[in-house]
């Protein structure tokens, strides 16, 4: 009985491993994850733009390469942390060539963590034997770390984010398609139409309690540090905000000069906009839902990112 069910054991534990090394390399190439993508498919970017979802739907790569002659790649992600930040930009450099420019979104909000949660991990999963990596992990999701050396489970921890994403990289592959949709990284924010009209300037200035994490700005400036070792030079950016909500949260107000103390130390610009740039109305606000513009609004924006770019970095 005992052989049999030692048996048994050894079994699942050989499929198991199959079944992560499979993984891996499934995972490995999948396009739409850009870790992965960046690791198999070169990119040659001169700008490169990291950040969150206010990067990755709201800075558009063909509008940047149309007027500036330079090629750029988006290797924002949405839901992406500074620590997340950190290690796709780790990964870009591990195989490709250094840009010249880092276009990084960051705002005071950047640095409050929503719910405690300072890293993406199954975003990272398929690089784990990377050190680098690993460490990082190991610092931020330190449960995660007990469980992953178990095989497969590195993947089925977070079963709900991680079975999707194997599954459609297993499509990917059966398909043979190399290329996500999209292969400047650049994903277009939805479509949305909202009734504005009833609204009230309550509903846009609403009173937050916002808390600057430590471990936030340590990856913060480790993207800095990366950057100085690679010489890159790097442009901090904030996407248009209303600003009688940030003259409502005065934390936001003070953070707001932590950063530019951040960006002053380095020598690095740091370029802010409000909403007044498109309208004074606050029911227009609504236009930038989440902090995300709305499509009509990203051909603008960028229209003015870009100027400040001219004016201020690429004459240099």
């Given at each position: 009985?005992?052989?049999?069910?030692?048996?048994?054991?050894?079994?699942?534990?050989?499929?198991?491993?199959?079944?992560?090394?499979?993984?891996?390399?499934?995972?490995?190439?999948?396009?739409?994850?850009?870790?992965?993508?960046?690791?198999?498919?070169?990119?040659?970017?001169?700008?490169?733009?990291?950040?969150?979802?206010?990067?990755?739907?709201?800075?558009?790569?063909?509008?940047?390469?149309?007027?500036?002659?330079?090629?750029?790649?988006?290797?924002?992600?949405?839901?992406?942390?500074?620590?997340?930040?950190?290690?796709?930009?780790?990964?870009?450099?591990?195989?490709?060539?250094?840009?010249?420019?880092?276009?990084?979104?960051?705002?005071?909000?950047?640095?409050?963590?929503?719910?405690?949660?300072?890293?993406?991990?199954?975003?990272?999963?398929?690089?784990?034997?990377?050190?680098?990596?690993?460490?990082?992990?190991?610092?931020?999701?330190?449960?995660?770390?007990?469980?992953?050396?178990?095989?497969?489970?590195?993947?089925?921890?977070?079963?709900?984010?991680?079975?999707?994403?194997?599954?459609?990289?297993?499509?990917?592959?059966?398909?043979?398609?190399?290329?996500?949709?999209?292969?400047?990284?650049?994903?277009?924010?939805?479509?949305?139409?909202?009734?504005?009209?009833?609204?009230?300037?309550?509903?846009?200035?609403?009173?937050?309690?916002?808390?600057?994490?430590?471990?936030?700005?340590?990856?913060?400036?480790?993207?800095?540090?990366?950057?100085?070792?690679?010489?890159?030079?790097?442009?901090?950016?904030?996407?248009?905000?209303y600003h009688n909500y940030y003259n409502a949260n005065l934390e936001l107000k003070k953070y707001e000069e932590r950063i530019r103390h951040i960006a002053t130390e380095n020598n690095y610009p740091y370029f802010t906009?409000?909403?007044?740039?498109?309208?004074?109305?606050?029911?227009?606000?609504?236009?930038?839902?989440?902090?995300?513009?709305?499509?009509?609004?990203?051909?603008?924006?960028?229209?003015?990112?870009?100027?400040?770019?001219?004016?201020?970095?690429?004459?240099?």
């Amino acid at each position: 009985m005992w052989k049999k069910f030692l048996f048994t054991i050894l079994v699942c534990l050989l499929f198991l491993s199959a079944a992560e090394f499979a993984t891996d390399y499934y995972m490995k190439r999948y396009p739409r994850l850009k870790s992965s993508y960046i690791s198999q498919v070169k990119q040659n970017a001169d700008i490169l733009v990291l950040g969150a979802c206010e990067a990755a739907m709201m800075v558009d790569p063909s509008l940047l390469d149309s007027s500036t002659g330079l090629k750029t790649y988006n290797l924002g992600d949405p839901g992406a942390r500074f620590a997340d930040n950190y290690l796709d930009l780790y990964q870009y450099l591990k195989f490709q060539k250094a840009p010249k420019y880092l276009l990084l979104q960051v705002s005071p909000e950047s640095f409050y963590p929503i719910e405690d949660k300072l890293l993406t991990t199954y975003k990272h999963q398929a690089f784990l034997s990377d050190t680098v990596v690993f460490n990082v992990i190991k610092e931020l999701d330190p449960e995660y770390v007990k469980f992953s050396s178990i095989p497969f489970l590195k993947y089925s921890y977070y079963n709900i984010f991680s079975m999707y994403k194997i599954f459609g990289s297993i499509g990917y592959s059966l398909l043979n398609k190399k290329h996500p949709e999209d292969r400047d990284g650049f994903i277009p924010p939805p479509l949305f139409n909202l009734d504005t009209s009833a609204l009230s300037e309550s509903n846009v200035i609403t009173l937050n309690s916002y808390t600057w994490n430590n471990t936030e700005e340590k990856y913060f400036r480790k993207i800095i540090s990366l950057c100085k070792n690679r010489g890159i030079s790097i442009v901090f950016y904030k996407l248009p905000y209303y600003h009688n909500y940030y003259n409502a949260n005065l934390e936001l107000k003070k953070y707001e000069e932590r950063i530019r103390h951040i960006a002053t130390e380095n020598n690095y610009p740091y370029f802010t906009y409000d909403t007044s740039r498109f309208t004074n109305d606050s029911k227009n606000y609504y236009k930038l839902e989440n902090n995300l513009l709305n499509r009509n609004t990203i051909p603008e924006f960028n229209k003015m990112l870009i100027r400040d770019l001219k004016d201020s970095v690429f004459i240099q």
